[in-house]
């Protein structure tokens, strides 16, 4: 193991070559692997990972060949950097009981790879003199071989670091081939709510659409939906709200009213969900000029009304 990074507060930190950091892994799930996996093949080395479940050690065999299954106490203990890499809710009892078992030691460097949470977490091993990092792939991961290809393929990472390390994580980042998004401290839930809103409920949106178009007797709505939703996306990410087309963002009230009652007796559950989405659609459109005030007063109206009225 290498000599840990010592750092001052409010002294620039030393210059250090981050290829040289031995890694470990604790959490040995889709994020994990895939990183620790990512890490490995720009040439760190990786002295060990922990997992608890019988899933867990079967992807440190098969992800992270060579690499010591070691309990996260261990981990700790013999890396100049550790990525935690668990469920957010699992992080905070975690780091309290490694520091409270005495792993951690003054200079490693302790970073987590949740875009919740920001640095403080990490207080029980700040606090024992480790230096904390948060470095968040906005990537989704599914646990399949094309994980580590998406992680370095040029993404972006939610990182927050104190001053004194920001190059270091910089350094991290681009060796991924990755760019540094620096968040507060204080902005990582709204950075992170902002993510899972977008892609995970684009998950939940999507299938719904699929399963509408099912009960409409399509036979394949992943192929009508494909071109559309891409276009859509592409178009949301290029123009904001200009994007906006299609009934809500032309006031057509008569045809949002029709959508709402065939929802009612086809799919009733899905008629909240829709109510929501077209409120806050119309909103955009209105205040982004798409829809004028009093072109929306009809729609307006329709939306009013109460799941329980359709």
């Known amino acids: 193991m290498t000599a840990p990074v010592r750092v001052v507060p409010g002294v620039a930190a030393p210059t250090v ?30 002295t ?19 690499v010591p299954h070691r309990r996260a106490e261990d981990v ?5 950097l550790v990525i ?7 992080l905070a009892p975690l780091v309290a009981h490694l520091g409270e078992s005495g792993a951690f030691r003054r200079g490693v460097i302790i970073a987590h790879t949740s875009g919740a949470h920001g640095i403080g977490i990490l207080h029980p091993a700040t606090a ?21 290809d998406r992680l370095t393929a040029g993404i972006s990472f939610g990182v927050t670091a104190p001053d004194e390390l920001r190059k270091l994580a910089a350094d991290l980042v681009a060796e991924l081939g ?66 906006l087309t299609g009934p809500v963002s032309r006031g057509d009230a008569g045809t949002v009213a029709k959508h709402l009652d065939t929802l009612a007796q086809v799919a009733p559950d899905s008629v909240p969900s829709y109510l929501a989405l077209a409120r806050r659609t119309a909103d955009r459109a209105i205040a982004a000029g798409r829809l004028a005030p009093a072109d929306a007063e009809p729609l307006l ?10």
Not at 48 to 63: L, P, Q, V, Y
Request: no cysteine.
């Open 178 to 243: 990755g760019t540094a998004e620096w968040v507060p401290d204080d902005r990582r839930a709204l950075y992170h709510t902002a993510l899972a809103h977008g892609a995970n409920h684009l998950v939940t949106l999507v299938n719904e659409a699929m399963d509408r178009l099912r009960d409409a007797g399509v036979l394949h709505p992943e192929r009508v939906l494909s071109p559309l939703l891409h276009a859509s996306l592409d178009n949301a990410l290029a123009m904001s709200d200009a994007a």
């Open 301 to 310: 109206g329709v939306l009013a009304s109460k799941p329980a009225e359709f």
């Open 76 to 80: 700790v203990r013999n890396a100049d």
């Open 48 to 66: 060990g990972a922990s997992g608890r479940s019988d899933a867990s050690g079967a992807r440190i065999s098969g992800r992270l060949p060579g």
């Open 17 to 46: 070559d981050t290829r040289t950091l031995t890694i470990g892994v604790v959490g040995a799930g889709r994020v994990g692997t895939a990183l620790g996996a990512a890490l490995a093949r720009t040439g760190h080395r990786l």
């Open 84 to 90: 935690f890499a668990v469920p957010d809710d699992a």
């Open 128 to 148: 024992r003199g480790a230096l904390p990092l948060a470095i968040h792939p906005a990537m989704t991961f599914t646990g399949a071989a094309d994980d580590v």
